[in-house]
């Protein structure tokens, strides 16, 4: 359902088995940054940006390099600044769209530059249903070459009941599957339905 919601709605294909389904969207970045980063792997982010994305960035051994947006432009993330602060070191840049805390929703022109930088590209897109004015667009139309987190806590308003996922390019998923089933066992399986109805119906 997840797929094909990703298809009807932006245009992507992406496998289910692409697909990791996590007990909220927490998990999924602990997950991905613990896999994806080796101690002094930089990732690019804006400032501001969500407060605990640092947190789950410095987990695993990595370093946070922080581009800065203005309230001039309505906190825009500017792919020109994640470019003049790309080292050998850079290994992700992590975008937020619609951004927490500003509400900025990155046009398919930022996210198109952003998704030619070279490093590996993390796109949350949970606000992705909340935008008022204009059209939402997924890094997945732009390039391959990215991970996806997303989740149920805030377009259909089930923040207590823990579910969200993580979509990874295929290299990766057996490595994160294993990760999840030996720290998470598994992801409750009524809240997986419910999900199920609210993509659907």
């Not at 410095?58 to 432009?73: K, L, M, N, Q, S």
């Not at 996806?148 to 308003?157: D, E, M, R």
């Not at 579910?163 to 990766?172: E, R, S």
Request: glycine fraction near 8%.
């Amino acid at each position: 359902a997840i797929a094909e919601h990703y298809h009807t709605r932006y245009g992507v294909t992406v496998s289910p088995e692409q697909i990791l389904v996590t007990a909220g969207t927490s998990p999924a970045m602990l997950l991905l940054f613990s896999t994806l980063l080796d101690p002094g792997d930089e990732v690019l982010l804006t400032d501001p940006r969500y407060a605990v994305y640092p947190n789950l960035i410095r987990y695993p051994g990595g370093e946070c390099v922080h581009a800065p947006t203005w309230e001039t432009d309505g906190f825009q993330c500017r792919p020109e600044e994640f470019a003049q602060r790309l080292t050998p070191r850079s290994k992700a840049v992590l975008i937020n769209s619609p951004a927490n805390p500003t509400g900025a929703v990155m046009t398919a022109e930022s996210l198109r530059a952003v998704g030619q930088l070279g490093p590996w590209i993390i796109s949350d897109e949970i606000y992705h249903g909340l935008t008022y004015e204009g059209a939402e667009h997924s890094i997945l139309e732009f390039t391959d070459h990215a991970f996806v987190l997303n989740g149920f806590s805030k377009a259909y308003a089930m923040t207590g009941w823990r579910l969200g996922y993580l979509i990874a390019p295929p290299g990766f998923v057996r490595a994160l599957q294993v990760a999840h089933g030996n720290f998470f066992i598994s992801t409750n399986e009524f809240v997986q339905w419910a999900a199920l109805a609210a993509l659907t119906e």
